[in-house]
């Protein structure tokens, strides 16, 4: 049974960094796409950035372009987020997703199965 667990959220002041990790048990995420999505307080879920294992190319949420990275290490089964510049607005629960045919970036997200139980990032000062 597949097991997504993600780590590394915390507070932290306007203009920081953090980096999430999202760590796949039972079932090796090589030949997948990776997202990481995210929920404010009140706010729908939002596809922050994605991974595509049939090309590699990485998508940004324009919100995040220019200051958030995805990375992935496939000998880990793990996919990180770096997060710099870190403003408020970003304040959410950070979850990563997948599921079993999921391999391109441009499959509507919302049909995921397997999802992380979120890690919670607060930038405030």
């Known amino acids: 049974q597949v097991h997504l667990a993600e780590s590394g959220g915390g507070l932290v002041q306007p203009g920081g960094s953090l980096r999430l990790s999202c760590v796949s048990s039972?079932?090796?995420?090589?030949?997948?796409?990776i997202g990481w999505f995210r929920q404010a307080p009140g706010k729908e879920r939002e596809a922050v950035s994605c991974?595509?294992?049939?090309?590699?190319?990485?998508h940004y949420a324009d919100s995040v372009k220019g200051r958030f990275t995805l990375s992935r290490d496939n000998a880990k089964n793990t996919v990180y987020l770096q997060m710099n510049s870190l403003k408020p607005e970003d304040t959410a629960v950070y979850y990563c997703?997948?599921?079993?045919?999921?391999?391109?970036?441009?499959?509507?997200?919302?049909?995921?199965?397997?999802w992380g139980q979120g890690t919670l990032v607060t930038v405030s000062s």
């Open positions: 997703a997948t599921d079993y045919n999921y391999s391109d970036c441009a499959v509507d997200w919302r049909y995921l199965e397997i």
């Open positions: 991974i595509s294992s049939t090309d590699g190319r990485i």
């Open positions: 039972g079932y090796s995420l090589d030949y997948n796409a």
